[in-house]
């Protein structure tokens, strides 16, 4: 093994646990297997795939802001089909309303009774498309389901089959039509990415593909299982972190929430978001342990929507200058 693949010296405390790692190796040759699969869809931009599968399988939501036509909605659709996952989409408009998102109860004449029909989120991956096109009371109806994967109309529960995982993609707020996410909607989400232009030789490549009689979405074929793919979130957490990495962690956070710069506090579920997605990288590279390699890569992503700056596009930038000022564990 080169020095530039070898995996990082395992952290202090840290102690191998041989039936975690062989599931860990098979985790991996499924989340190669995953990643190949949606490179026959998605071209050029396996490193996008490789952090949305980070965040599902942190249990965490992903939204996408991107202008239009840049692949979200496909990449949502190839990797649910690649994992064998239930799949709806949403499109979000200033008329829907929040029992069209979580479902209502309807009157059956026959019964005499009135019946729960669930909405579209009920399902495995859900697509909330153009979600800051729907009016904030509407996008609201998200708020429950995404913290507690429930849902709660006229006092009963309704509980949500694992995994439930909400991909939402966002117009820039520069649009016509689109109204600001408020910031307990935007905490909900573990990371907030952009998948960006294809470079020239992608592009070229995906007009190949997308000529033909047949879309690729259509020769996508299930590569794991709904189980399989529980197994890696169940996993994820029993990946070993170090004190000194919580720490490491922590000590960012603080750095964060004290800098005069940014002028919304971070929570903590931000820190155990970003712990977590740590985490589930760590997993999907093959290693039961977390670094601060681990934390730095996942932290823009994580935090980056969640501070507030007078140049909003700053975020993450804010993040990685913070990242470069905390004295990295041993």
């Known amino acids: 093994m080169s020095e530039a693949s070898r995996p990082p010296a395992p952290p202090k405390g840290y102690a191998p646990r041989d039936e975690l790692s062989r599931t860990i190796a098979t985790v991996r040759g499924q989340f190669d297997a995953v990643m190949d699969s949606v490179r026959h869809v998605i071209v050029g931009k396996d490193d996008v795939i490789a952090r949305v599968l980070v965040a599902m399988t942190a249990r965490g939501h992903v939204l996408l802001k991107d202008v239009p036509g840049v692949g979200k909605t496909m990449l949502a659709r190839s990797i649910a089909a690649s994992i064998d996952c239930a799949f709806k989409r949403i499109q979000f408009t200033p008329d829907l309303l929040p029992m069209d998102v979580s479902g209502s109860n309807v009157f059956d004449m026959r019964r005499k009774a009135f019946e729960f029909q669930p909405g579209p989120v009920f399902t495995n991956i859900l697509l909330a498309d153009e979600i800051n096109r729907a009016t904030p009371k509407t996008q609201s109806a998200l708020l429950e389901v995404m913290e507690e994967r429930q849902v709660t109309v006229e006092g009963e529960t309704h509980t949500l089959e694992a995994p439930f995982q909400v991909l939402a993609t966002m117009n820039p707020l520069d649009h016509e039509g689109t109204y600001p996410l408020p910031a307990a909607q935007l905490d909900r989400f573990m990371m907030m990415l952009s998948m960006g232009y294809p470079s020239e030789m992608a592009e070229v490549q995906m007009l190949s593909m997308h000529l033909a009689p047949e879309a690729p979405i259509t ?35 603080h750095a964060m929430r004290g800098d005069p710069r940014n002028l919304q506090s971070l929570s903590p579920r931000a820190t155990i978001q970003m712990m977590r997605a740590a985490q589930a990288r760590a997993m999907l590279r093959g290693r039961d342990y977390a670094t601060a390699e681990d934390v730095q890569r996942v932290a823009p992503d994580v935090l980056g929507h969640r501070v507030l700056l007078a140049d909003a596009r700053a975020g993450r930038e804010f993040v990685a200058d913070t990242l470069g000022r905390i004295a990295v564990p041993a």
């Open 219 to 253: 020769e996508v074929r299930a590569v794991i299982s709904r189980d399989d793919f529980v197994r890696w979130q169940s996993t994820a957490p029993l990946v070993y972190v170090s004190e000194e990495l919580k720490r490491y962690a922590v000590a960012v956070i």
